[in-house]
């Protein structure tokens, strides 16, 4: 998976650096379908805002948050990429046309009589 975290007006920090990749990369063991994510952070003197845009198979995903704070804004980031997502999969997983799971049914073993019972 390729990641490409850029800031706007400042330099990406270690931990801001940590916190994007901690979180696209439980994202990716979840659902298996990101090939390359681009984050854009911008810090203004009011809010700052985190914006993503992740390619996976077939479809781009795009998301953008604001809050007071950056770390808030990529915990409101990651929420909606995460609902995104989680949405894909459950329209992969649930498609008309997937075979049902093979239930097998019990097999009934035949009954054996007591030598020393039968009157023989």
């Known amino acids: 998976m390729n990641i ?8 990406v ?5 940590d916190k ?9 063991e979840r ?10 952070l911008e810090s203004t003197d009011r809010q700052d ?3 993503a845009s992740i390619h996976i198979a077939g479809k781009d995903i795009f998301a ?8 808030a804004a990529l915990d409101a ?9 989680d949405k894909i999969h459950q329209k992969h ?5 997937t075979q049902r799971p093979v239930v097998e049914e019990p097999v009934e073993e035949p009954v054996l009589e007591d030598p020393e019972l039968s009157p023989v």
Do not use: C, F, P
Not at 31 to 40: H, K, M, P, R
Not at 93 to 97: D, L, N, R, Y
């Open 4 to 11: 490409k975290i850029t800031h706007r007006n400042a330099k």
């Open 13 to 17: 920090s270690d931990s801001v650096k």
């Open 20 to 28: 994007v990749e901690g979180w696209l990369n439980a994202s990716q």
């Open 31 to 40: 659902y298996e379908v990101i090939t390359s994510a681009n984050i854009i």
């Open 49 to 51: 805002m985190a914006e």
């Open 64 to 71: 953008k948050a604001e809050a007071d704070n950056l770390y």
């Open 77 to 85: 980031l990651a929420d909606k990429i995460d609902r995104q997502l």
């Open 93 to 97: 997983i649930s498609k008309k046309g």
